[in-house]
């Protein structure tokens, strides 16, 4: 009997296992296709003709339909399950991608990333507590909650970029390979663990609200900073990251506009790996100060300009991303109170991409208007007040 015990527990454990790298390589993914069309859109423009509000407004309507299908849905894996909500928005998701296979148009550009927004964001909360449920050892579903959405940004537009210049099919293959991929993590998805038992109150779970526990709301104000901050910084880079790189620097090789977002991204996740045992607040503030100094260097890079020191302050920046989402992240997820855990990840996401969506399109219709370096200039000046007020905010705190 006790062999048979042992056996069956070894045996959950690996379907634990196998649950827990799924859903972070689904998380991976979605992440991938979201960044997969930043170094398409000077394509895009070149083909179709449109302004940089526009290229903006593209990005935007994608993380607009994120957030609205996390203030619906955030919560709803705490009542349905967490494989019911991400089997419908894997299937979301590979839509969207046959849409930009075959998209010929702007409007086709705007229904796949609406597509891509609805399936990211009814997936952020099932997957973000997925790994928090599964996890083998505490703190690792943290870990890959904040280090793996960076690298899948960091790749899937370095990957574009280098399939847009070496591979055929420059505006199909990459989705195409996305495609496949969700294909995939679907089929094996019936077959990890479900966490969560079925429990009633799935409609009233739809009703949009935040779910900061009463007891956390204070701690989630000082953390608050940090996630605009970062988001922000990213929400730049994704939207005009390559505008920056072929106005202002010269650059026009299709590679250097998803070798920034790939910087920026990937110094992130490695940040998140190499400081995944550091206190929360530790990682917060040390984030904070890096991510000051780093955006006070890309200002001076793009006032030169100077391409080698705006790559090294994307490198620092991405530094200050990756500690302050990490501490971020560990400081709000603690805070959340039994069966709500989905529904506090919702709101850390809702704030994310609030600052991911909002700002950039500001600065695409700015720029249209005031042109790329004074936008890029004030741009940077408030992501350095976000990173000092984040400082005083944590300072305050301890007293």
Known sequence: MGVTAAGERQRVLRRRGLGFWLVAAVLFLLMLAASAPSPLYVIYQRMWG??????????????????LMLMLVGALSDFVGRKPVLGAAIGVEAVSMLAFVFADGVGWLYAARILQGLATGAATGAISASLIDLERRPGTGALVNSAVPTAGLALGALGAGLLVRYAPAPTQ????????????????LPFIPEP?????GALASLRPRLGVPRRGRAEFLVVLPCLLATWALGGLYLSLGRSLVVEILGIAN???????VFLLMGSGSATSVLLRSSRAVTAMVVGAFTLACGVGGLLIALLLPSAPLFFAATVVSGFGFGASFLGAFRTATGLAEPGGRAALVATIYTASYLAFSLPSLGAGLAATHLGLLPTATGYGLALIGLAVLALVARWLRRR
């Not at 969560?196 to 009633?200: D, K, L, N």
Request: overall charge positive.
């Open 173 to 188: 293959l990459v989705y195409v390979l996305l495609l496949a991929g969700f294909v995939v993590t679907g089929a094996i």
């Open 254 to 260: 299709p590679v250097a506009g998803g070798l920034v």
């Open 50 to 67: 449109f302004s940089p509000a526009t290229l903006t407004a593209v990005f935007a309507v994608y993380v607009l339909a994120l957030l």
């Open 196 to 200: 969560v038992t079925r429990r009633p």
